[in-house]
């Protein structure tokens, strides 16, 4: 095909235009005839409106699925998971085991033994009163409060009583019934409290996953990720508790920190985490922690699966916001559908423009032109630095007697 490949961007950043520009692509507006559009999720909402009426050719790919929230928002997420571990419980499948744990209290509550992969959490105000009786089985812990509709840490608070979260919805004139819209809602989830930390710190794991389609499941996860470390110790005490340089990992809430170090950005990459867990507490728990963290995104991904508009033009590249505690169990805090590609430091330019790069190429078929009827295999070479994690077409295949590979394990 002798015609040039044409993109769209709405986010015009270097990490992204230089991408296409080295593959000699021509940038184009929304309304021109373009091939790949990089565009903000509300765009891409747009686009899949019905009022909208745009029709997208087998040529034309874009960088989100229309409904993305399911996954990126933080009180549907939590939905959908709460749905799945139920739908399979009621299966009788034996991934929705549940065990009785002892809480610090002395009462009792069930968990999941193999899908208690975010922490008990409530949608205010929804689910007001059954938050109030989740609390009074420990009212001794720490919750964490978040606007359903933020991001970047804003409007983010911890509370260890009831009382200051009445006294909140005063104050905030924000009265629990619950018709309340659910731009305006919270979720409230059990602070991980006990967070491993390097040097005194906490941080988080931002991992970067990409999804080409949720049905068949195929998705890939990128090899360099990075911890995001808080600027001060970390601290439990009463005094700390509306200091948010212990608490909030996120380096839009760190960087105005006046301990901030602009060389590292307060992070660490993934393999350097590996190589320091591996070397402080063992190979195979850090093993272990790894399975366990692909296990998690994978289920997580399950659990949205049935719900995405799964169109073939789309595909999705999710910042994955992971804890882990000191007791290497690893937790879901949230999934971004736009993760930050603003870059702090050096080797966060160089992580990201890789990043955008490899994305292109998983999703663009081997001649280089985007084609929403492609097979969606990409060959060893286009993944570059993602492994698959899952494949859910290659599996069935590997049932029919195709060679095996790794992802068998999450039948
Ligand atoms: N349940 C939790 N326990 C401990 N820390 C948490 C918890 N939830 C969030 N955090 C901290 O707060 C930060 C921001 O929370 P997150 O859900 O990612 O919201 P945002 O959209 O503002 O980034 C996380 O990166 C993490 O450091
Ligand atoms: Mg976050």
Redesign the pocket.
């Known amino acids: 095909m002798d015609k040039r490949v044409t993109y769209c961007t709405d986010l015009e950043k270097s990490v992204i235009m230089s991408n296409f520009e080295r593959r000699g692509w021509i940038q184009v507006g929304p309304e021109d005839e373009w091939n790949f559009y990089w565009s903000f999720t509300q765009n891409c909402r747009n686009i899949f409106s019905i009022d909208n009426g745009y029709r997208m050719n087998d040529n034309q790919i874009i960088n989100h699925f229309p409904n993305h929230y399911e996954i990126s928002r933080?009180d549907l997420l939590v939905k959908n998971i709460k749905r799945y571990r139920k739908e399979l419980e009621k299966e009788g499948n034996p991934l929705a085991e549940k065990m009785e744990v002892v809480l610090p209290s002395g009462q009792v509550a069930t968990r999941y033994v193999h899908l208690d992969i975010i922490?008990v959490t409530y949608v205010l105000p929804a689910d007001y009163n059954m938050f109030v009786e989740e609390y009074r089985k420990s009212p001794q812990s720490t919750w964490?409060m978040?606007p359903c509709g933020?991001?970047?840490?804003?409007g983010?608070f911890l509370i260890n009583k009831l009382s200051k979260l009445k006294k909140w919805s005063r104050e905030a004139k924000i009265p629990f019934h619950p018709q309340l819209s659910s731009k305006e809602s919270y979720v409230i989830?059990?602070?991980?409290d006990n967070?491993l930390l390097i040097g005194g710190k906490?941080f988080?794991l931002r991992l970067y996953l990409l999804v080409t389609s949720f049905r068949p499941l195929k998705a890939y996860l990128f090899k360099h990720g990075f911890c995001r470390f808080c600027t001060v110790k970390y601290d439990t005490s009463v005094t700390e508790l509306d200091n948010m340089y212990v608490?909030?990992?996120?380096v839009s809430v760190q960087r105005h920190g006046v301990e901030y170090n602009s060389l590292h950005g307060g992070k660490m990459s993934v393999q350097n985490f590996r190589l320091y867990l591996e070397g402080t507490r063992g190979r195979s728990v850090t093993e272990k922690l790894f399975a366990d963290m692909h296990w998690l995104i994978v289920h997580s991904l399950k659990a949205v699966a049935p719900v995405m508009a799964n169109d073939r033009h789309c595909f999705e590249c999710y910042g994955y916001?992971i804890?882990i505690d000191n007791t290497l169990k690893p937790?879901l805090?949230?999934v971004n559908a736009s993760p930050s590609l603003q870059s702090t430091t050096h080797n966060d330019r160089i992580l990201k423009y890789k990043l955008i790069d490899n994305i292109i190429s998983v999703v663009v078929p081997p001649d280089g032109i985007p084609d929403a009827r492609w097979n969606k295999i990409p060959s060893v070479e286009a993944l570059g630095d993602f492994e698959v994690l899952i494949d859910e077409e290659l599996m069935e295949k590997e049932e029919n007697g195709c060679r095996p590979t790794k992802n068998s394990r999450y039948r």
């Open positions: 933080k922490p964490i978040k933020k991001s970047q840490g804003t983010i989830s059990r602070y991980i967070p906490k988080d608490h909030l990992t996120n916001d804890i937790w805090v949230e």
